[in-house]
T-cell receptor, first 113, second 115 residues
Framework: GQQLNQSPQSMFIQEGEDVSMNCTSS?????WLWYKQDPGEGPVLLIA???AGELTSNGRLTAQFGITRKDSFLNISASIPSDVGIYFC?????????????WGLGTSLAVNP | GAVVSQHPSWVICKSGTSVKIECRSL??????MFWYRQFPKQSLMLMAT?????????EQGVEKDKFLINHASLTLSTLTVTSAHPEDSSFYIC???????????FGPGTRLLVL
């Protein structure tokens, strides 16, 4: 099935550094969602974006809905050890009545204290 | 708000038995719930979409007679893995969509191990 291009696949950073990851699509999306998943747990919603150009923050996290509606990025500022986990982007395509989310393959984040 | 629970959190069963997993939206009504399966180090794979009061819509390649879904109320959907086999061992996660919003809230997942 269709998948989003999410990059990078993995990151290993020092505590205190900023992190940036993004997702791109070849088609237009109406909604972008960013989730974090810890091992053995379900994904937890971080930020939801519904309008092109929208920039939304949640604490140290900031995400933007790309103006072309084909991409989104997530930034984490001043990373801490508990930021470790897998981050997934998900989006809802504009075309058709199909309301199934399309998922990225995830970005695995490791933070060195 | 927007809390989704799943029960059980893990289950071990013998091959050939059936296992039922419950998904509940605790503080909102979910007209639509989704069932996903996730293999280690992979993204979520949608199995089926469950709409309250109607039959579930299954994704291509997912056997509807194998994975029975019931969405009897606006807060509860169940997934029954019938005649489970070792290859059904996986992490099953449900999600719920609130009203017409596209945001999905996920349960904590159920780890199934079939011996």
């Amino acid at each position: 099935g269709q998948q989003l291009n999410q990059s990078p696949q993995s990151m290993f950073i020092q505590e205190g550094e900023d992190v940036s990851m993004n997702c791109t699509s070849s088609s237009i999306f109406n909604t972008w969602l960013w989730y974090k998943q810890d091992p053995g747990e379900g994904p937890v919603l971080l930020i939801a974006l519904y309008k092109a150009g929208e920039l939304t923050s949640n604490g140290r996290l900031t995400a933007q809905f790309g103006i072309t509606r084909k991409d989104s990025f997530l930034n984490i500022s001043a990373s801490i050890p508990s930021d470790v986990g897998i981050y997934f982007c998900a989006g809802l395509p504009n075309a058709g009545n199909n309301r199934k989310l399309i998922w990225g393959l995830g970005t695995s984040l490791a933070v060195n204290p | 708000g927007a809390v989704v629970s799943q029960h059980p959190s893990w289950v071990i069963c013998k091959s050939g038995t059936s296992v039922k997993i419950e998904c509940r939206s605790l503080d909102f009504q979910a007209t639509t719930m989704f069932w996903y399966r996730q293999f280690p180090k992979q993204s979520l794979m949608l199995m089926a979409t469950s709409n309250e009061g109607s039959k579930a819509t299954y994704e291509q390649g997912v056997e509807k007679d194998k994975f029975l879904i019931n969405h009897a109320s606006l807060t509860l959907s169940t997934l029954t893995v019938t005649s489970a086999h070792p290859e059904d061992s996986s992490f099953y996660i449900c999600s719920a969509r609130e009203g017409e919003k596209e945001t999905q809230y996920f349960g904590p997942g159920t780890r199934l191990l079939v011996l």
